[in-house]
């Protein structure tokens, strides 16, 4: 399952979008404010994604992904598969924990990370599938959007669940 973590208006979107696509996507949480989960199937955001309304964003948002700081391996290299997958699509992709603690760089505006078991949802993210590690362990990434990326959040795991399938 695809996860995507969005605000109120975002999950109307999302669901109006899957509608339009003939793909059935029910919120509980409708109108309920604040960050909320939804869940997809993988390969509906290639129809969802596309149908959206967006506003107005930015052409090119500021991407950042961690390296170094993910231990498993595994998963740290799939995280540096999607920042460079998302590279060949024109996107600037920096790495967040070049040079160390104290020369961190601002906050991008979407971050690649490991996706973890238990995430926080207090701003937009998709957690998507990515592949199986060598012990049969699901290897998932996390993209997170600062406000009013949430387009180009959708956009940016469209090109990586396409990528994975």
Known sequence: MVAIA???????????????????LTDDLAGVP????????????????PRLT??????????GAHSDSIADRELRDAVADVAALLSLHGNVVLDLDAGGRRSRPARPDVVVSAGVDRPQWTEPAVRL??????????????????????GTLLELARLVEADAA
């Open 6 to 24: 969005a605000t109120a208006r975002w999950r109307a979107r999302i669901v109006a979008a899957a509608a339009s696509a003939g793909i059935t």
């Open 34 to 49: 604040g960050i909320r989960l939804l869940s997809c199937a993988p390969g509906d955001l290639a129809a969802i994604v």
């Open 54 to 63: 967006r506003d107005a964003e930015p052409a090119r948002p500021a991407i």
């Open 129 to 150: 599938p990515v592949g199986t590690g060598r012990r049969g362990v699901p290897l998932t990434v996390a993209l997170t959007a600062g406000p009013s990326f949430e």
